[in-house]
């Protein structure tokens, strides 16, 4: 009884956080769980009524879905380009040089953090109204890139501030130009916030509801087009192709964190590690 | 030559971005002020700038209820996703161990599958007869033939979910890179594990916290996804209100007044919390310990 008491109270902490997870993960696995079950009409009830493989089949066999989820893809892909491109520039910028205006740049990045999503897409939606400019897909990248640019100066730039500059240094001094030295050197040792960042910013973008609510016009995201027919129902497709969405998110994540550990384990045979194995020899 | 172009060099750089963010984050946000101010309908041919001040008073007297209970519902949402966070934002940056990196995975996790078929999933999970409510209504925490959806606690909850990581996150970054040896030589000291936390833990993660409440509680008042589909009619906030104005009834003067008066709301909010926070136990016991 003591002993079992102990390990409980030992491992409260970790137990909590087990509990916590759970819960986290939840609706992921409510999603993933109603992608398998038979329906009458081939919309969700979310009323468990047998097992079936039928929609995983068709996994692409409602064109409407199709069609949201490639306008959604396309529109986060050029976003993530252009917001992912400025931003590490921005980035750049702020980490690298001491200019004036510094103060107002990084408050002209913090402020769309720190405003609801709704204000966002109001202010958006009021400035496209006066000027009389037509909504749907340009006006959706506009708004992509303008909440996903804070998203990205923030994650490069953790990254910029503890850089070690002498490596530019060395390729300036043996004769690199600024831009030779950027692309050889600069870049691929940024790479990783850089793709982090580019992730961060294409989440963003294809989870974007509300923003993207007020400024679509009649051209419809993945999101939009769920709540569309959430009233009507909702194909059992759109289960199927966000456990699709996440089982690819995963993978993707995993096969970034193996690279890194081997990059990691190449690392550790640097010179500078070799007094450590004299030692232990 | 070189002098010059370093002068100019951090404005390319930032030019193309400072550019994004003025032309569609700070001019849209005179334009919504300018929108409160005209009047008009779209029936009428359009809205014309005419000082509409009264825009303001109505946009006020109209819906206080709903900008009450948002601010109700998100600060309720707040204290709950901290109480949520900030154990398991522990148990990951110093207990996890070689579990640390799949816990974070975890919080994370929900990011990769879209926000509103999460909810639609929570509406599954709280809907009437749904094996959480036997649960709950076992436990006595629901009457039994009482209801989750289409309540206050269901929108709370929706919101508590859906904000979470924000919550988690800086909360993780704050205590992760603090110095463990500090709560070791407060132990050394003859301090409880108690009294370690509470001068030691607690002030070094002080700007996580701030941080965390931060980013869940501005989302949180101007959500309306959750009031939509968790709520009932009773549990409308405003920005399903401001959604509707903009969206369905097209009346853009008021539903900008609205949001401008919304986002003022939550900028004093902010700054009072932000007062607390800066002057208050937290940071002063830090102060103090630092001078000793």
């Excluded at chain 1, 205006?101 to 999503?117: D, K, Q, Y």
């Excluded at chain 2, 601010?71 to 161990?97: K, M, Q």
């Excluded at chain 2, 996580?208 to 980013?215: D, F, P, R």
Aim: hydrophobic content about 55%; glycine content about 8%; proline content about 4%.
């Amino acid at each position: 009884m003591t002993a079992a008491w102990r390990w409980l109270r030992h491992n409260a902490l970790m137990i909590y956080a087990g509990l916590a997870v759970a819960y986290m993960l939840a609706p992921i696995a409510v999603i993933a769980l109603f992608s398998f079950d038979q329906t009458t009409r081939g919309k969700l009830d979310y009323d468990w009524s047998g097992f079936t493989l039928e929609y995983w089949r068709d996994a692409f066999g409602e064109p409407a879905v199709n069609e949201a989820l490639l306008t959604s893809l396309q529109l986060a892909a050029v976003s993530t380009v252009v917001s992912t491109a400025i931003g590490t520039m921005m980035a750049l910028a702020l980490v690298r040089h001491r200019f004036r205006g510094r103060a107002v740049s990084n408050l002209l990045i913090v402020l769309p953090m720190a405003t609801p999503e709704i204000v966002i897409g109001a202010a958006l939606l009021s400035m496209f109204l006066i000027y009389g400019i037509a909504l749907g897909f340009t006006t959706l990248f506009i708004a992509h890139v303008m909440f996903s640019i804070s998203f990205v100066v923030i994650v490069v730039r953790s990254r910029l501030i503890g850089f070690d500059r002498s490596l530019e240094e060395a390729a300036a001094d043996l004769g690199a130009r600024p831009l030779t030295a950027f692309r050889t050197i600069t870049l691929p040792l940024i790479a990783p916030a850089v793709v982090a960042a580019a992730l961060l910013a294409f989440a963003l973008s294809i989870d974007d509801f509300v923003i993207s609510n007020f400024n679509s016009g009649t051209t419809e995201t993945f999101p939009l087009y769920i709540f569309g027919v959430s009233l009507r129902g909702i194909p059992v497709q759109v289960n199927v192709l966000a456990t699709l969405l996440f089982a690819a998110a995963v993978a993707g994540i995993a096969a970034v964190l193996l690279q890194q550990r081997r990059g990691e384990m190449i690392a550790a045979v640097r010179p500078e590690r070799e007094p450590a194995l004299y030692q232990e020899a | 030559m070189g002098g010059w172009r370093r002068r100019i060099a951090p404005y390319g750089l930032l030019g193309p971005g400072a550019i994004w963010l003025a032309l569609f984050f700070v001019v849209p946000m005179y334009f919504m002020g300018e929108m409160a101010l005209r009047s008009g309908s779209l029936e009428s041919g359009g809205f014309a700038m005419t000082w509409q001040w009264s825009n303001f008073a109505d946009a006020v007297t109209g819906y206080e209820t709903q900008v009450l209970r948002s601010f109700l519902y998100a600060g309720a949402a707040t204290v709950l996703a901290l109480a949520i966070a900030y154990p398991l934002a522990y148990a990951i940056a110093l207990r996890a161990g070689r579990w640390k990196l799949l816990l974070l995975f975890a919080v994370v996790a929900p990011f990769f599958t879209t926000y509103l078929i999460r909810t639609i999933a929570w509406k599954t999970i709280l809907a009437d007869s749904s094996p959480a409510v036997d649960i709950l209504q076992f436990l006595q925490v629901v009457p039994p033939d009482g209801r989750v959806l289409a309540t206050g606690g269901a929108v709370v909850a929706g919101l508590t979910y859906n904000f979470l990581p924000f919550m988690i996150l800086p909360i993780y970054a704050s205590l992760e890179r603090m110095d463990v040896r500090l709560i070791e030589a407060a132990k050394d000291l003859y301090a409880s594990s108690a009294k370690a936390f509470w001068r030691v833990t607690l002030p070094i993660s002080a700007p996580g916290v701030v941080a965390g409440v931060l980013l869940t509680f501005i989302p949180a008042v101007g959500d309306y996804v959750n009031a939509l589909l968790l709520g009932g009619a009773g549990q409308a906030m405003v920005g399903n209100v401001i959604q509707s104005l903009y969206l369905q009834q097209r009346d853009y003067p008021e539903a900008a007044a609205l949001s401008f008066l919304m986002m003022a709301a939550i900028l004093v909010v902010v700054v009072v919390y932000l007062r607390l926070a800066g002057t208050g136990a937290f940071m002063g016991d830090e102060d103090e310990e630092a001078r000793a």
